[in-house]
C-alpha cells in the first residue's frame, strides 16, 4: 500500500482533476532526471513529487502568515501551484479571517485548515483579507506601491501557516526545449516564448466537467 503523504496527496489531487498538467510537470521532472546522468555536479531532480520547489510558511510565536497583493511571475503561467493552510494552535479563525482574494476573478475564498487549493499563482494578483466587519469594493487593480493599506490581522488569526508547492517556469520550459536553459536554447536559435492561449486549453483542462447547480435546485 502506498503510503499517504502531503506530497503524495498533492500530486494525485494534480493528476486527478488536471491530468494534462500533471503530465507535463512529469514529463520535465523524467527530463531533468535523465539529461545529466552521469554528471552529478549537474544533477537536478525533484524533490516534491510532480513539483521542484516546495515553501513552507510558518508562523512566527505569536504571529501569522499572510500575504499582500502581488502575482507569482516567476512561476510557469502554464502550469499551477498547491497551497495548503495548517494552524498551529486553535485559535485560527478560518470563517472570518484569511481569505484569499484573486483579484482578476473577482472572487474571495475561505481556505479552511487542511484544504487543497490548485490555482495558477503567475497569472492573477492574489492576496488575504479578513472579511469580518468589511465592505469590499473597487474598481482599481492593486498595486505594488500600496500593498502596505491593505488591513492586518488580529490575533484570532495567530497560528495560521501555509504549504506550497510550484514550479519555475524555467525549470518546465527548459525541459520542454531540451536544454538545460533559456539562454542556450537561445543561443541555438530556438524559439523560447510559449502561446499562452494554447496552454490553458491545454494544461487548464479539468478531467471532468465542474458543473454548478441549477438555480431551481438549490434550495
Not at 525533484?46 to 521542484?52: D, T
Not at 499582500?68 to 495548503?84: I, S
Not at 492574489?126 to 500593498?147: A, G, L
Not at 520550459?173 to 502561446?195: D, F, M, P, R, V
Amino acid at each position: 500500500m502506498k503510503k499517504l503523504t502531503g506530497r503524495n496527496f498533492v500530486c494525485e489531487t494534480l493528476r486527478f482533476y488536471f491530468p494534462a498538467c500533471a503530465e507535463r510537470f512529469q514529463r520535465a521532472v523524467d527530463y531533468w532526471a535523465e539529461v545529466n546522468v552521469g554528471k552529478p555536479e549537474q544533477k537536478v531532480e525533484a524533490q516534491f513529487g510532480l513539483f521542484f520547489n516546495f515553501c513552507p510558511n510558518v508562523p512566527l510565536p505569536g504571529g501569522r502568515v499572510h500575504t499582500v497583493p502581488h502575482a507569482d511571475r516567476k512561476n510557469v503561467p502554464g502550469g499551477l501551484c498547491a497551497l495548503l493552510t495548517y494552524h498551529k494552535n486553535r485559535s485560527f479563525n478560518s470563517k472570518e479571517k484569511a481569505w484569499l482574494a484573486i483579484w482578476e476573478l473577482e472572487v474571495i475564498l475561505e481556505l479552511p485548515v487542511g484544504v487543497l487549493l490548485l490555482y495558477p499563482s503567475a497569472l492573477f494578483y492574489h492576496f488575504n483579507v479578513d472579511i469580518s466587519d468589511m465592505i469590499i469594493q473597487s474598481s482599481d487593480q492593486p498595486h505594488v506601491s500600496e500593498r502596505e493599506n491593505y488591513s492586518k490581522w488580529d490575533c484570532s488569526s495567530q497560528g495560521r501557516g501555509s504549504l506550497v508547492w510550484f514550479n519555475q517556469a524555467s525549470m518546465i520550459q527548459s525541459a520542454e526545449l531540451g536544454y538545460n536553459s533559456i539562454k542556450q536554447a537561445q543561443a541555438a536559435g530556438l524559439e523560447t516564448t510559449t502561446n499562452f492561449e494554447e496552454d490553458v486549453n491545454t494544461y487548464f483542462k479539468p478531467s471532468t466537467q465542474f458543473v454548478l447547480p441549477s438555480c431551481d435546485l438549490v434550495k
